[in-house]
């Protein structure tokens, strides 16, 4: 699954009406709501738009005929693999209809056509660890992990003794990751992973 790095956008004519598609990551339903609602054109005819977070998403064919607009764009996202995305399409009408095919592939169209333009981050899941070394151990496990794809430092917390580190790591390699950072320090370093 992928992402959008930042806002894209797109317009194009179709049949004297103008579309303007705008897209872009959100992370929650209220932040797609809320880029909905900046993206929204007040002087259009029609702000159809959709988007998906995980198993949650909805659509919107704001008052074109049902099933023509907002159920397109949704495809869009899915058939781009894309997740935390919402995209909003505008219609400026130019007096001429389109009829239910023509909408469905200008809606759908447009907004594909827009996602296919942006930048596109994988989304990768991470689980949340903690790792304590002692200072002689510290660097090398911090250039160890730093090297690692997907490894973030969230924190360090020291002691007496060395330190702790909250760490973000790609589920798939967490394993890997602890046995890596045990086997580097002989086992003087403890690595603690979720359940």
């Known amino acids: 699954m992928f992402t959008l790095a930042r806002i894209e956008s797109l317009s194009q004519e179709i049949k004297k009406s103008r579309f303007l598609a705008v897209a872009g990551p959100v992370a929650s339903e209220a932040e797609a709501k809320e880029f909905i609602a900046a993206h929204s054109q007040g002087d259009a005819n029609h702000n159809c738009w959709a988007w998906r977070i995980g198993q949650g998403y909805r659509f919107s064919d704001d008052g074109e005929p049902s099933g023509t607009a907002g159920k397109p764009m949704l495809q869009a996202l899915d058939g781009q693999n894309l997740d935390n995305v919402a995209v909003v399409v505008t219609r400026w009408f130019g007096g001429i209809l389109l009829g239910s095919g023509g909408l469905v592939r200008a809606y759908g169209g447009t907004a594909a056509a827009c996602l296919r333009a942006a930048e596109k981050l994988e989304l990768v899941a991470t689980v949340e660890g903690s790792v304590a070394c002692s200072f002689s ?20 917390d020291f002691s007496a003794t060395g330190a702790d580190l909250a760490v973000s790591l790609p589920e798939a390699d967490a394993e890997a990751v602890a046995r890596m950072v045990t086997d580097l320090t002989s086992g003087r370093t403890t690595v603690i992973l979720p359940d």
């Open 137 to 156: 151990d510290l660097a090398l496990v911090k250039a160890r992990l730093a090297a690692w794809p997907g490894v973030t430092i969230a924190r360090e």
